[in-house]
């Protein structure tokens, strides 16, 4: 059974696979290094070595990956919990009103320590809190992962082009051969038509000669080739690992738009409860406070967030990020059809009630 979801340690948990996957990385990028300098003197047992690690950084990755839409996938889910709750407080429970048919002094006091009662403005800001760690371990990972998919491709193509070179002396060797081969004949054709023993036996040993070359030539050849396929198994190695941190550098792409458009709608519940003009329900949000997220941030700052307009582009975001996440993609069916806050419907009463209480 799984143990019960816990934000921070699985937040955690994200930085120090981050720190692993690090120096992880610079173990395969070193490597790849290694054997551009001097290839032909890894045997096939340290391909096996090589090969374990590479794979192992693959499976971290793609586990961080998945753990880091965990996180943003909980994130959005939490937010969709407060935006309901917030929504719960612009009316009467059945209970305020059964109260408001006797006492209207009553029913709204009830409301007003309800509302109270709940840290509506306070979980946002830890969402905030929880955004700004998660956005700032996902810029991390993703930096990472582009400077060494740049290290690794920088010398994957340095070995590519090595084989390549090596394809051609095959090339060259073979036609070599064919051509050494063809003489021998030519040679051998002649043996027998010209008259002196002596001329016999300088064309038998041209022939000799010619044989012995081609064999020669031959043995180089399947020595090239064997190599060559040595090394096509190391650059489909390096291959795979190449393109698992391009893979990676699109998910990080994925998570980061996710999360900032996510910050953007959490942003506009807050400023919802704000106008509600609750005592005690402004807390200070700026870019300064919230590095990793300051983007939004400083829209909202300038009032430059309109629901409306993040309708459109939250449905994109949630749909690559289901379409990069399978795992998630249930989640995000459930929570994406929930709407964002609607700033609009703030009922004159209640604002004045606050007011009053």
């Known amino acids: ?46 391909f096996l070595v090589e090969n374990g690690r590479f794979q192992a950084f693959i499976a971290n990755g793609a586990s961080l990956t998945n753990l880091l839409a ?51 403005v306070e979980r946002l800001r830890d969402l905030l809190v929880k955004s700004d760690a998660t956005a700032a371990v996902i810029a991390r990972y993703r930096t990472i992962a582009i400077d060494f998919h740049k290290l690794g491709e920088h010398g994957l193509v340095g070995i590519v082009e090595q084989r390549r070179r090596l394809v051609d002396k095959i090339d060259i060797a073979r036609l070599r051969i064919r051509e050494l081969n063809a003489k021998a004949l030519t040679t051998q054709g002649r043996i027998g038509l010209y008259g002196s023993r002596t001329e016999w036996e300088r064309m038998e040993e041209e022939r000799r000669a010619l044989k012995t070359e081609a064999d020669r030539a031959a043995d180089e050849e399947r020595g090239m080739r ?47 409860q704000v106008d509600t003009d609750i005592p005690g329900s402004k807390v200070q949000i700026s870019a300064e406070l919230f590095p990793a997220i300051a983007g939004p941030i400083e829209l909202f700052e300038r009032n430059m967030l309109v629901a409306q307009e993040l309708e459109h582009r939250k449905r994109t975001a949630d749909g690559i990020f289901a379409s990069k996440f399978e795992a998630f993609r249930q989640d995000q069916v459930e929570t994406s059809t929930a709407p964002l806050i609607d700033t609009t419907k703030i009922y004159r009463r209640l604002r004045f009630r606050f007011l009053r209480s």
């Open 226 to 272: 064997d190599e060559s396929q040595r090394r096509e198994r190391f650059i489909n190695l390096f291959q795979v690992f190449v393109d698992a941190l391009n893979n990676q550098v699109g998910q990080c792409n994925a998570l980061s738009r996710k999360i900032v458009i996510d910050t953007e709608e959490r942003l506009l519940i807050y400023q919802a």
């Open 70 to 120: 965990e996180l943003v996938s909980v994130l959005d889910t939490m937010t969709v919990k407060v935006s309901a709750d917030l929504d719960s407080f612009r009316g009467l429970t059945a209970g305020e009103k059964f109260i408001g048919r006797f006492s209207r002094q009553r029913m709204w006091r009830r409301h007003s320590a309800r509302v109270r009662a709940a840290p509506v």
């Open 1 to 46: 059974m799984r143990k019960p979801f816990s934000f921070d340690t699985q937040l955690e948990a994200a930085r120090a696979l981050v720190e692993q996957l690090r120096v992880e990385a610079r173990v395969c990028v070193d490597f790849i290094g290694e054997f551009v300098r001097q290839g032909a003197a890894v045997d096939d047992e340290r």
